[in-house]
């Protein structure tokens, strides 16, 4: 005779669910970050007449939700090439990384308020601030990774140094870019961001051992 | 004596992680893209007398909540066919992921506006434009996916011609559908996208070579 | 010299992935479905003194968002019972999966309605012909699963037999509330709904054929 | 001659889908109850010279939002180091996980109104009775887990009591703290929560025994 329903056990087959679950669950909330803002954006109300005006009034959100999806997807390609250098997870790899996707996570509301408000000088500094602590948290994780002993290949003091450099570069960027917009003016700052890529790429060469592959990118 | 519960490593045993990675993300930003629209819908607020007609006024949402299921459902069962032809994933191909996630997280929005506002021009060309972009980037990753060596098994020319053609169909009738719409009527523009279904048909007549799979359908 | 990071593939490993993308996609479906519930509840803006009352109206928000999840957690345990006895997939199962996910996302809808106007017919007969439909599809993935031969041990024909009974019972039960929900109270309608339970135990009793296990609950 | 596209079959090649789901399912709706609390926080609409009053106004929402991120992550990694010792899944265990996810997907509310309304005792009653509910729920499916046999290895008696007397610990202080915010103050209430930490910590030094690894923490 069978065993009832309420008797019926699955196996687990996969030692390795726990290191999946952190990657998997860190892609739904990178997911989830990225597509909920389309709800936000809201279907306008007003007499057909009036809908091409009212779609130039969402403009701003639907730019957002753009930006934000490729800002977010940035991060996560980040994290995917960081995760592939991994061979194991510790606890504080976790912990660092659950305050990384809250950073993640609240990345929507700083850029709906930049794309809504970019002549506010608080709007470009929330936006810093949130991008800055993501990136920082990524040289955090690096480090984390290579003291537990958690990468695949351990790597060269060079290329430790290099890669914690180019995910320090955006936070110095970010945090230089808050007194910028709070004495100068909020494009400058929102400018001053595009350093980001020279200063990236100068980086790679003068720094980036040759022969090893980075971290992230 | 155990380590403590802050030097626990959870190892990974998956070598296939970063492949699976790009997958089930795409499945997250489908599923969210598919379901969150329900949340958009809102109960009405009325006296319990005026139910019917509230709920009559609801019947755009309500129709284009379970139509955007149905289109970027379509879209989903593609990308699962197109992902079960592939051996790999290259970093190309899944910048082209992203931004043609990016198209389909945003379809809720067009659905909800063409299902609100059918008669208005702007609705209809942006519907046209997300799905055109969506149809065009399935077409993208077919030639990366070709050229970058992804494939499990290497197409014949005859077959790349055709399935880049398939996908090619939609967003030459979503874009032609463009003028109709500003200049004839929305209602033709939306009957043309009908045009679909019947040049897939003779193209997969015409065009496919028999006995190979296609990419996607 | 390593290729740079464009260069870079993942391969993949897991032969299954496009068995494992229905049952995960489906997950994620379930998950949003019943999770975001919760943000439709919003948090009352009143005057302090007045939150006792604000909360005591948003009462039947919050007694559905737990209903909800119940209704739809259930369904998740028979769809996670009725994988459990897949060995693959077919396009058609996929498909009805698909209809049979849209029901499933739609559920919260109706369920909000029915707490917030349990009075009115339509909303008990909105409740009763998404879960009708959710059920009723229940039995096509059986029939199909079993036509397709996409079972892991071929059922009995009398355990088909009593599997798609047990499916189409809610369906019977579903419809049959709705002209009681029209014609005489809700009230009545929402009680017959209790006789699914000793109709699905009297079926079990004489229908189920010992030994064999059910493929769904 | 090939099937049609609707004659493919997808393979299933990994028999512990199963119990992955499980983990998978409830990492979804720990993703979106931890993620979705962004969307409500909303961008103010006002005159650019009001957006730091405005933002000032929003200034418990977006608190609430990272203390809602950080309590339900530490829920999340208890889950997972759980998950981590069992072998296999029983229905009685994934009925208490339903139900234990319930209460996860429930606390943006009740972390939204007591971020909102700190002195009403309302808002911590609610707080106390959710947070309860979940470690609560904890404890029972430590103790369905041992019933069961779904642990990797089965626990001392010592260590078992010590698990469940562990997750109780967070049940006696949030039920205590009801009448507290009831009586004396919701200050007083809030500040007796901090009471878990010293009482985990004396917990673990009388009574973890010495060289086994607890089932979480």
Redesign the interface.
């Known amino acids: ?2 065993d009832p ?21 860190s ?10 803002l ?6 306008p109300e007003v007499a ?1 007449s009036g ?2 005006e009212a ?1 130039e009034s969402k403009r701003p ?2 730019v957002s ?2 930006l934000s ?2 800002v977010i ?1 940035n991060y ?2 980040a994290h ?2 960081f ?2 250098n ?7 790899l ?2 660092v990384n ?1 305050v990384y ?2 950073a993640i ?2 990345t ?2 700083p850029t ?2 930049a794309g ?2 970019t ?2 000088p ?2 470009i500094v ?1 936006y810093a601030i949130t991008l800055g602590v993501a990136s920082g948290l990524e040289a955090v994780m690096f480090v984390i990774a290579d003291r ?1 002993d ?1 990468l695949v290949r351990r790597p060269s003091r060079a290329l430790m140094r290099y890669s914690v450099l180019a995910a320090v570069v955006p936070v110095v960027v970010f945090v230089g870019s808050i007194p910028l917009a709070l004495l100068i003016s909020t494009e400058v700052a929102l400018w001053s961001w595009v350093l980001i890529f020279p200063l990236e790429y100068g980086l790679a060469r003068r720094r980036k051992p ?5 971290l992230t ?1």
């Open positions: 005779m069978p329903p309420s008797r019926r056990r699955y196996e687990r087959h996969n030692p390795g669910l726990e290191f999946d679950r952190v990657a998997f669950f892609d739904a909330v990178f997911a989830i970050a990225m597509t909920l389309v709800v936000g954006i809201g279907i057909e809908l091409d779609l959100e639907i939700f753009f999806f490729v997807g996560w390609l995917h090439r995760f592939a991994l061979a194991r997870v510790s606890h504080p976790m912990l659950l996707l809250a996570a609240f929507p509301f709906a308020l809504r408000y002549d506010r608080v709007s929330m537990d958690l040759p022969g090893e592959e980075e990118g």
